[in-house]
DNA sequence: AGCAAGACGCGTCATTAGAG
DNA sequence: CTCTAATGACGCGTCTTGCT
């Protein structure tokens, strides 16, 4: 439980703080003459984990309750200063160069330059959380190098080495033995093991492997090098349930020798000989093409949660900044009644 | 129940920004 | 200059909702 103090400071700036409760009162003052608290905005704070961004209840003087998510709050001088804090804001948002602004001049091409660049819901998101702490940022990927497990070098010598989808690491040694390293646990802990059946009636060319560890989502995808495949039983995708009774809950894959149609998000990785043959040739350039898809299918997906995350963001920065908004429209009308000639004396 | 409209997510292609 | 990640745009399928 996490508590959200927000107290707007006498130059108009609203400070945020974090405590161990669930509710906060917000209390605005106003400079020296301490006028009693105009606005009480009711703050709780429900804290979530990393990643996410906070989501946090609002309640506006009129009783009106809103959430807000991952608000992105900058110092906020007051109504008077107004003008100071719209360079900021322009500053960080439209990613203007700022060498070129202060010297007042962008020739033509420069400023065209700048008005097309394509936003970055990371970059901006990340440069609108730098100003304050505690907003969440979209996290930056990991490279391969760093999910790379210290227990593969470890290991017997494996023929080869496949990378799934989720980030694991297999490893096929000569005697047939599969080996699972999970790049998220420790050493050897994260190796699972797999058997590799030949019982009943195969298909030609085809080894039924079955994945004794359950992943998350049920589709595991194989990078196998050379001229195979490891791809999701089509008996088990199509009758799970079916084929959960018969194999113990164990999903099954099969490794085969590539078709002309390959299941989307199966990718054959090159082999290390050199490629010569129109055949070679044409199994490297659709061996590219597939893994650029595939790439890119990740890609996308990844674009469009960050997408939605900036939106979300942007939708909860218009909540904020139209509490602050009506707190400060209300600050200006009392100050203007305390600071009104009396006119009738 | 059947249908249409809208929302939503996904895959793919084309393009661009940015790193090396 | 090249390569890759990021993103907009488009088409498609699925689901939900409101209407008849």
Known sequence: MTMETVESQHDGSITASLTESKSAHVQTQTGQNSIPALAQVSV????????????????????????????????????????QIHTVQVAAIAETDESAESEG?????????ILSRRPS??????????????????????????GTPPSIATMAVPTSIYQTSTGQYIAIAQGGTIQISNPGSDGVQGLQALTMTNSGAPPPGATIVQYAAQSADGTQQFFVPGSQVVVPDEETELAPSHMAAATGDMPTYQIRAPTAALPQGVV????????????????EATRK???RLMKNREAAKECRRRKKEYVKCLESR???LEVQNK??????????????????Y
Do not use: F, W
């Open 44 to 83: 709780a704070g429900s804290g979530t984990g990393r990643g996410s961004p906070a989501v946090t209840l609002v309640q506006l003087p009129s009783g009106q309750t809103i959430h807000v998510q991952g608000v992105i709050q900058t110092p906020q001088p007051s109504v008077i200063q107004s003008s």
């Open 105 to 113: 001049v962008i020739d033509s091409h420069k400023r065209r330059e």
């Open 121 to 146: 819901y990371r970059k901006i998101l990340n440069e609108l959380s730098s100003d304050v702490p505690g907003v969440p940022k979209i996290e930056e990927e990991r490279s391969e190098e760093e």
């Open 268 to 283: 054959m990785a090159a082999s290390p000989g050199s490629l010569h043959s129109p055949q070679q040739l044409a199994e």
């Open 289 to 291: 093409r597939e893994l």
């Open 318 to 320: 218009v909540a904020v």
């Open 327 to 344: 707190k400060l429209i209300e600050e200006l009308e009392t100050l203007k009644d305390i600071c009104s000639p009396k006119t009738d």
